[in-house]
């Protein structure tokens, strides 16, 4: 009796806590479909703010620079990352602990001093370019946001990665070699297909990071504009719900993506299970 | 104030008018972009076309009209006039902008400063010269405009916008109409007040509360301002800049300062709002087109310089943002309401106890700005004693950090 | 296995390019003046802002606190459902995450403000209205819903690791309710709360843009100056540097408590 009425309250304590955390954007959405520009009272439904979502140059450009850096960014980041890893493997223990010490700055520091940094880095290196006019003279920018991104990047990919390949089997790569593979077709045929779900991970880990960037971004955009900082000068202004509109379909998006990965992941689990149970070893 | 004003706008008017070619084009010869914008004819808007030029133009946030709400969108017509692309982004404050490009890198073709950071940037060269046989449409810029001290021949500079500051209040939230710039200070409107969040116009309003002048010629004035700024703090709100029409609109606080034009948007949404001059005078600042010194495409800059002043655009921005074109033409088409609005075009008994911004010597300057970071950082409960406790918690956990460490390592010798 | 060091030196140059290298222009901007001679004065002149120090340590902890006594049910409750059910769940956590956090707290501004919804619910009650928007409470509150699947995720992996059984054989052993929670429960998800508080009090330290949505710019916090420094009112890099030097040593502290812990543990959270 005791333990039927604590999980009650257990769960009506979930459902609270899920109902906080979902309720903003719920009034977002909701928001989104208001006639007048009030926050508070809904006076009708339109769909007018989508409309002119979809017409707003500013937002759509900023969109479009999001994802090219986003791509770029995370592409680089993960073929470096992965060939570091596979290099940092083959080092001794002292250095692999310093290199991995050094990785670990950008995700334990404060985002802030990341791109700070960043910043004065390349003010420096500009201060530098001038003297000797080797860099164009619009080096803030793209440049310095795919840097910025990659920098970021680069150790959600190691750490991603270097856990498959420490787990992975020697001997398979050995066996590869033994069987008359040169060095380089047993990486590309034996290794790296056993690395590809991590590999794989960590780019889309990438890939979210990169879209979601508010603050390094911030400090390294030059003249540009990503779809945070766009979504951060709509927030400083006369605020129209252009912006209610925007976060729900990226909302929307979100959960599509995760729904189809989600489907996908869950199919191959049960093929794996009626595999000989190979998805219940952890 | 204008009055004042007009011996250096003579010289500076003559030498402009020299430089500009032939007087405003004729209706028959225009280009037409679209339904509301044309533009004058003998000037060759095409040769940078298909040359794939981008202009990087940084504005303050609501200040041009960018076709939001049925307004006229200027830049894409620009655009498909002159087939130059145009990134258009928005700063918030003359510092923000001053720090963006100071801190170098960032190269603009097009910004529009304030009085006061336009005389900074020019003494730090930071503004390139312009070449008025590029800009004819000077020509239709008022007198009293030009030949501002800060830029006394408008070598770097092209007016854009003036206007005032002022006190913006929510008369259903009022006992009485305030009409002072000490109401801010008032205890009654306590959590009611919102201040700008910059430190020139917040420091304005202080000095100006206490009857001194709004550019501090001493460190110790600044000190003395600033400390009425701290005195302020437990009545203000929040400290904002563009977010006012939000939170003034949707009846959030009571009293808050701004710029006269933006009140005049304020008030036509929301009629609970007024405004009124503060009676110990008010901030007069004109707001001025620019380059850059580190400027790529200057030319084509020029030319986008060239089409603000047109008539027209002119126009299409002065309606949708409500600030005060020194643009005559303009001034002319607008609605009466506009024309002779007391807020935007106020009355020579206001100008006359305005004040514009110098701009201050490098000493002052960062007095200025070390005092308005304090200011900003300043706690009345007096939260000192915080750190202390803190200090002690850090310590408390590494001793507790290490009586584990010792702790497990004796653990693991038996 | 695979011998080849070469493949990593891409990295390494960039490593040492974009990740050491500026974080030794902080130090250098930190220790000199704008002359570009050496000076302490920078360091010195952050006493004049400790209360900005305290209050953002202040709501951080608070932030970090309050999210440790919602995150431990939900964290505990998750970690006990059947294996299917804990996958939608954890997405469920996960998915607000997901949302860019300016959207996240603007949704909180039109909330908590005046005339804003929460208010005007509360009139329907005859309650209110509350002043909540430019608060330091408003700040917190920000701090908790942007972080709190930081701590969810953390605590609900340690548990997840905790055998059914351990806790009923202290059950069995008689321990009281109260008793196996303080003795069992809670220093064996030790490594999830160490994690989950520094995965929440770093970001809630250093934030700038919560403090300015939902603080109203008074609230100023270490972010807040920092930016001040380098793209606000004050322009001042070696100030700012100064600012971020103080900053990271807050947070190596906060991590030395951490690390304390299992470094294993750290990976699998991550």
């Given at each position: ?7 009650l309250l257990?769960?009506?304590?979930v459902v609270?806590?899920f109902?906080?955390m979902?309720?903003p ?11 007048s520009k009030?926050?508070?009272?809904f ?13 707003n140059?500013?937002?759509l ?18 073929v ?10 083959a080092?001794g223990r002292?250095?692999q ?22 910043m ?12 000797f006019?080797?860099?164009?003279d ?7 946001l795919?840097?910025a991104?990659?920098?970021f990047?680069?150790p ?7 856990p ?23 990486f590309?045929?034996v ?5 590809t779900p991590?590999?794989l ?5 990438c ?20 779809l ?8 400083r202004?006369?605020v129209s ?15 599509a993506?995760?729904l189809?990965?989600n489907?996908?992941?869950?199919r191959r ?11 219940e070893r952890? | 104030?204008?009055r004042?004003?007009?011996?250096w706008?003579?010289?500076?008017a003559v ?12 209706a ?8 509301d914008?044309?533009?004058?004819g003998?000037?060759?808007w ?7 030029i981008?202009l990087?133009v ?7 009209s960018?076709g ?6 200027v ?15 928005t700063?918030d404050?003359?510092?923000s902008l ?7 890198g ?5 910004i ?8 900074r940037?020019i ?29 006394a ?17 929510n008369?259903t939230?009022?006992?009485?109409a ?13 959590g009611?007040v ?20 709004l ?10 301002v ?6 302020q ?10 977010e ?13 300062p701004?710029y006269?034009g933006d009140?005049?948007?304020?008030i036509?949404?929301n009629?609970d ?6 009676k110990e ?5 004109v707001?001025?087109?620019c ?13 986008f ?14 309606e949708?943002i ?14 009466d309401?506009?024309?002779y609005s007391?807020i ?7 100008l006359?106890?305005a ?15 070390t005092?308005w970071?304090?200011?900003k ?5 007096g939260s000192?004693?915080?750190v ?10 590494s001793?507790?950090?290490?009586w584990?460490r ?9 | 296995?695979?011998?080849s ?17 500026p974080l030794?222009?902080v130090?250098?901007?930190a220790?000199t003046?704008a002359s ?12 004049r ?7 953002s340590?202040?709501l951080a ?9 919602l995150?431990?049910?939900v ?9 299917s059910?804990q996958h ?7 998915l ?24 005007t ?5 005859g ?6 928007i430019n608060t ?8 908790v819903?942007?972080y ?7 605590l609900?992996t340690?548990?997840t690791?905790i055998?059914?059984s351990?806790i009923?054989?202290?059950?069995d ?15 064996l998800s030790?490594?999830?709360?160490a ?6 009090f770093v970001p ?12 109203g710019?008074?609230?100023?916090l ?15 890099f070696?100030?700012?540097?100064a600012?971020?030097l103080?900053l990271?040593?807050i ?20």
């Amino acid at each position: 009796m005791k333990s039927r009425h604590l999980r009650l309250l257990q769960r009506t304590y979930v459902v609270l806590i899920f109902c906080v955390m979902y309720l903003p954007i719920l009034v977002l959405a909701v928001f989104s479909f208001n006639e007048s520009k009030s926050r508070t009272v809904f006076t009708g439904f339109t769909l007018d703010w989508y409309r002119s979502l979809f017409t707003n140059r500013m937002i759509l450009s900023a969109l479009a620079l999001s994802l090219v850096v986003a791509l770029v960014s995370a592409v680089v980041a993960t073929v470096v990352g992965t060939m570091a890893t596979v290099g940092i493997s083959a080092m001794g223990r002292k250095s692999q602990l310093l290199i991995n010490n050094i990785s670990y700055m950008p995700v334990v520091n404060p985002e802030i001093i990341t791109g700070v940094s960043l910043m004065l880095l390349f003010v420096f290196l500009q201060n530098c370019a001038s003297r000797f006019e080797a860099l164009p003279d619009a080096f803030f920018g793209l440049p310095t946001l795919l840097i910025a991104h990659i920098t970021f990047n680069l150790p959600y990919v190691i750490f991603n990665v270097s856990p498959k390949l420490r787990q992975m089997d020697s001997r398979i790569y050995e066996a590869a070699l033994d069987l008359g593979c040169t060095p380089r077709q047993a990486f590309f045929k034996v290794v790296l297909p056993e690395l590809t779900p991590a590999i794989l991970s960590a780019f889309l880990i990438c890939l979210t990071y990169s879209i979601d960037d508010f603050i390094i971004s911030y400090f390294n955009c030059g003249t540009l504009q990503t779809l945070p900082i766009a979504i951060y000068s709509m927030t400083r202004k006369k605020v129209s719900p252009e912006i209610n509109a925007l976060s729900t379909i990226i909302f929307l998006v979100i959960l599509a993506i995760i729904l189809i990965s989600n489907a996908l992941d869950s199919r191959r689990y049960k093929r794996e299970q009626s595999l000989g149970k190979a998805g219940e070893r952890r | 104030m204008r009055r004042t004003l007009r011996p250096w706008a003579c010289a500076a008017a003559v030498l402009a008018l020299g430089l500009t070619a032939a007087p405003g084009a004729q209706a028959a010869d225009k280009i037409q972009v679209n339904e509301d914008i044309s533009v004058s004819g003998d000037y060759d808007w095409k040769r940078f076309e298909g040359q794939g030029i981008t202009l990087n133009v940084y504005n303050w946030g609501l200040y041009i009209s960018d076709g939001s709400e049925d307004s006229v969108d200027v830049i894409s017509a620009f655009e498909d006039l002159t087939g130059i692309k145009v990134n258009y982004t928005t700063f918030d404050s003359n510092e923000s902008l001053y720090a963006k490009i100071k801190s170098g890198g960032v190269s603009y073709d097009v910004i529009i400063p304030s009085d006061y950071m336009i005389g900074r940037m020019i003494e730090e060269g930071m503004l390139a010269p312009l070449d008025y046989a590029n800009i004819p449409n000077v020509s239709g810029i008022g007198q009293e405009y030009l030949g501002w001290p800060f830029d006394a021949d408008n070598t770097y500079s092209v007016p854009y916008m003036w206007g005032t500051t002022g006190l913006i209040y929510n008369t259903t939230m009022v006992q009485e109409a305030p009409d002072s710039w000490a109401d801010m200070w008032d205890v009654q409107y306590t959590g009611n007040v919102l201040m700008f969040n910059n430190s020139r116009d917040a420091y304005a309003v202080a000095a100006k509360k206490l009857g001194m002048s709004l550019n501090p010629s001493s460190v110790e004035e600044v000190d003395r301002v600033i400390e009425e700024l701290k005195a302020q703090k437990s009545v203000v709100q929040a400290y904002v800049m563009d977010e006012i029409f939000d939170k003034m609109e949707g009846g959030e606080a009571a009293l808050a300062p701004y710029y006269a034009g933006d009140a005049i948007t304020m008030i036509q949404d929301n009629p609970d709002l007024a405004f009124v001059f503060p009676k110990e005078g008010v901030n007069f600042f004109v707001d001025s087109l620019c380059i850059p010194a580190n400027c790529k495409n200057k030319e084509a800059a020029e030319m986008f310089l060239n089409y603000m002043c047109e008539p027209d655009v002119g126009f299409a921005n002065c309606e949708f943002i409500g600030y005060s074109t020194p643009i005559q033409e303009v001034w002319e088409r607008l609605d009466d309401d506009l024309k002779y609005s007391e807020i935007a075009y106020p009355s020579d008994e206001v100008l006359d106890k305005a004040e514009a911004f110098t701009t201050l010597s490098a000493e002052v300057n960062s007095a200025l700005d070390t005092a308005w970071s304090d200011m900003k950082s300043y706690d009345e409960g007096g939260s000192g004693w915080m750190v202390l406790v803190f200090l002690i918690l850090a310590l408390a956990i590494s001793v507790f950090n290490i009586w584990r460490r010792v702790r497990r390592k004796l653990r693991n010798e038996y | 296995m695979i011998k080849s060091k070469a493949a990593a030196s891409p990295y390494l140059v960039w490593m040492v390019i974009f990740i050491v290298a500026p974080l030794l222009i902080v130090a250098y901007y930190a220790f000199t003046d704008a002359s570009g001679s050496f000076t302490l004065a920078n360091i010195m002149a952050i006493g004049r802002y400790s209360s900005v120090f305290a209050r953002s340590l202040l709501l951080a902890a608070e932030a970090t606190a309050i999210c440790l006594v919602l995150a431990f049910p939900v964290g505990y409750f998750l970690s006990r459902l059947r294996a299917s059910k804990q996958h939608i769940m954890l997405m469920l956590v996960m998915l607000p995450m997901w949302m860019n956090f300016l959207l996240r707290t603007y949704a909180w501004m039109s909330l908590l403000e005046n005339n804003g919804i929460i208010n005007t619910v509360l009139g329907f009650f005859g309650l209110g209205p509350f002043r909540m928007i430019n608060t330091a409470g408003a700040v917190v509150l920000g701090m908790v819903y942007n972080y709190l699947p930081y701590m969810i995720l953390p605590l609900y992996t340690a548990m997840t690791k905790i055998d059914d059984s351990i806790i009923e054989a202290a059950q069995d052993l008689g321990a009281s309710t109260l008793g196996t929670f303080t003795r069992v429960l809670l220093p064996l998800s030790g490594p999830g709360i160490a994690t989950g508080i520094t995965m929440v009090f770093v970001p809630s330290v250093s934030t700038f843009i919560i403090s300015r949505m939902l603080g109203g710019g008074a609230n100023l916090l270490i972010g807040d100056l920092i930016e001040l420094q380098f793209l606000g009112n004050s322009y001042n890099f070696n100030m700012g540097s100064a600012m971020s030097l103080v900053l990271m040593v807050i947070v190596l502290l906060c991590m030395s408590f951490t690390s304390s812990f299992d470094e294993q543990e750290m990976e699998g959270v991550m």
